[in-house]
């Protein structure tokens, strides 16, 4: 079998990257603890990988595999995600009865966030159909060598226990736990420069 390849995504490409994203997150703990039912994670999670990511396409740091199988949307050093966008998402999608957990796991996920200039990966993911095949490590091993290149730490927050075996292969440690009332928890990671 050979390795899948890896390309760097255009801004008319976010599309694609937003539908392999939305696969490969529709069982994921935290997204569907966030948006429980169908409806609301096929309407809602669109616009979150949007506020979280889309800065990746206009700093050269979306990256795919052969025929869009796996993404990842890495911000580099100084470039954020959508902060108001990610408000404005949760504030229209989230039950009422969530947003207080909702907005305290966002104040952890920001304690936990380095202070030093840092490559973050906000999204990655690689469609069911796909995985188990290297999309995911391919793409993990091109960016962690441009983030090697630049002498700068990674850091990720891990929202499946499963992945979390994963990225400590890539160097990854946990930084903790973010957890808040009825919610999964979330895993802040760090690669320190190499």
Same mark, same amino acid.
């Given at each position: 079998? %050979?390795?899948?390849?890896?390309?760097?995504?255009?801004?008319?490409?976010?599309?694609?990257?937003?539908?392999?994203?939305?696969?490969?997150?529709?069982?994921? !703990?935290?997204?569907?603890?966030?948006?429980p039912?169908?409806?609301q994670?096929?309407? +809602?999670?669109?616009?979150?990988?949007? +506020?979280?990511?889309?800065?990746?396409?206009?700093?050269?740091?979306?990256?795919?595999?052969?025929?869009?199988?796996?993404? +990842?949307?890495?911000?580099?050093?100084?470039?954020?995600?959508?902060?108001?966008?990610?408000?404005?998402v949760?504030?229209s999608?989230?039950?009422?009865?969530? +947003?207080?957990?909702?907005?305290?796991?966002?104040?952890?996920?920001?304690a936990?966030h380095?202070?030093?200039?840092?490559?973050?990966?906000?999204?990655?993911?690689?469609?069911?159909?796909?995985?188990g %095949?290297?999309?995911?490590?391919?793409?993990?091993?091109?960016?962690?060598?441009?983030?090697?290149?630049?002498?700068? !730490?990674?850091?990720?927050?891990?929202?499946? !226990?499963?992945?979390?075996?994963?990225?400590?292969?890539?160097?990854?440690?946990?930084?903790?736990?973010?957890?808040?009332?009825?919610?999964?928890?979330?895993?802040?990671?760090?690669?320190?420069?190499r």
């Open positions: 079998m %050979k390795s899948p390849i890896v390309k760097l995504m255009a801004a008319a490409e976010e599309d694609l990257a937003v539908e392999t994203v939305m696969l490969a997150f529709a069982a994921d !703990p935290m997204a569907r603890w966030t948006w039912h169908a409806h994670y096929l309407a +809602a999670m669109p616009r979150m990988i949007r +506020a979280f990511g889309s800065s990746a396409f206009s700093n050269g740091s979306a990256f795919c595999t052969d025929d869009y199988a796996g993404t +990842a949307l890495w911000l580099s050093p100084g470039v954020h995600s959508d902060e108001e966008g990610l408000g404005a949760l504030e999608t989230v039950a009422r009865s969530l +947003a207080p957990e909702t907005a305290a796991i966002f104040e952890q996920m920001a936990y380095p202070t030093e200039p840092h490559w973050y990966l906000p999204l990655i993911g690689v469609d069911p159909a796909h995985q %095949k290297g999309h995911g490590d391919a793409l993990m091993a091109y960016a962690l060598a441009r983030c090697d290149r630049d002498h700068a !730490p990674a850091y990720l927050e891990s929202s499946n !226990p499963r992945n979390i075996p994963i990225y400590r292969r890539y160097g990854f440690e946990p930084l903790g736990a973010i957890q808040f009332g009825s919610s999964p928890t979330l895993v802040p990671m760090l690669r320190r420069t």
